[in-house]
């Protein structure tokens, strides 16, 4: 058979096979024309071994479900992301609710900070101070200490953490001030 009448007599019912799991007509066309591309570009049609007509529908299968196992990835990262979202708002939402302006002094503020940056572990605390109050880039910390720049950020990070749990009424004075 000549993939040309072959190509004739089976793309309509195959695009409207792939149709009826991708949802989208433009999904199953491209499904439809990729196949179609690979058909002749591996010259299936000229072996006379193949059931042409079973190759064809599995190959379609296949890229369906290559196709919704992507769409159902891209969901789920959507979703994930909106997860994320939702409790980044509800964090600073609830933290600019309970947010305590009520200090007497820079010295109160300072005494806050000193307090959560004493509740540190020794080794995190000196790279949190090197970072955010002197100032410093990850690597020349990294180069100072002699550790690797993941392990900076992997302890700027547990800062953070620990730094946002101790300031919890005062999470917008700790955004303010570390934030660069």
């Not at 949802?23 to 990729?34: C, V």
Request: with cysteine; proline share 1%.
């Amino acid at each position: 058979m000549e993939f040309k009448s072959f190509y004739i007599t089976w793309y309509s019912r195959v695009k409207f096979f792939a149709c009826e799991y991708v949802f989208s007509e433009e999904d199953a066309e491209n499904i439809t024309q990729d196949v179609f591309a690979d058909l002749y570009q591996k010259k299936i049609i000229e072996d006379d071994r193949i059931n042409l007509v079973a190759y064809l529908f599995t190959s379609v299968k296949n890229k369906c479900i290559d196709h919704l196992r992507r769409k159902l990835l891209e969901q789920e990262a959507k979703e994930n992301l909106q997860k994320e979202f939702d409790l980044s708002l509800r964090m600073k939402y609830d933290s600019l609710d309970a947010f305590d302006v009520e200090w007497k002094s820079e010295q109160q503020i300072g005494t806050l900070i000193e307090n959560a940056l004493n509740t540190l572990p020794e080794r995190c605390r000196e790279i949190f101070i090197k970072s955010k109050i002197e100032g410093k880039k990850q690597r020349e910390i990294a180069e100072e200490l002699g550790i690797s720049i993941k392990t900076v950020e992997n302890q700027i990070t547990i800062a953070y953490k620990k730094m946002r749990e101790e300031l919890k009424n005062c999470l917008p004075l700790l955004l303010f001030l570390f934030s660069n």
